[in-house]
Nanobody
Framework: QVQLVESGGGLVQAGGSLRLSCEAS????????MAWFRQAPGKEREFVAA????????YYVDSVKGRFAISRDNAKNTLYLQMNNLKPEDTAVYHC?????????????????WGQGTQVTVTS
């Protein structure tokens, strides 16, 4: 198994930026696809961004394209999500997820390990 611990969430005004981190330990990190999902109160979990094992392929939900960037540092076993120009509708708990496969999967069932999440709150 892999253990995932997110950090970097917080309270920010609209238009601001945050950088989320997800530190992985346990099974080999560098061969697995990784992703960020988010869940707002009263809403279903939503795919945000995914990255393949090497960082060469990335996918984003349309609502964050051009504002968010997913990246990874395999030497540090860490996944990142740089979030710029944040909007109130980005408010949610953000979870990182690890897959047993190498690709950048966009669906939650493709991921078998999840972090506890970090809260992001964007005020208008």
């Amino acid at each position: 198994q892999v253990q995932l611990v997110e950090s970097g969430g917080g309270l920010v005004q609209a238009g601001g930026s945050l950088r989320l981190s997800c530190e992985a330990s346990g099974r080999t990190f560098s061969t697995n696809g990784m992703a960020w999902f988010r869940q707002a109160p009263g809403k279903e979990r939503e795919f945000v961004a995914a990255i393949n094992w090497s960082g060469g392929n990335t996918y984003y939900v349309d609502s964050v394209k051009g504002r968010f960037a997913i990246s990874r540092d395999n030497a540090k076993n860490t996944l990142y999500l740089q979030m710029n120009n944040l909007k109130p509708e980005d408010t949610a708990v953000y979870h990182c997820a690890a897959s047993r496969g190498p690709a950048a999967y966009t669906r939650a069932p493709s991921y078998d390990q999840w972090g506890q999440g970090t809260q992001v709150t964007v005020t208008s």
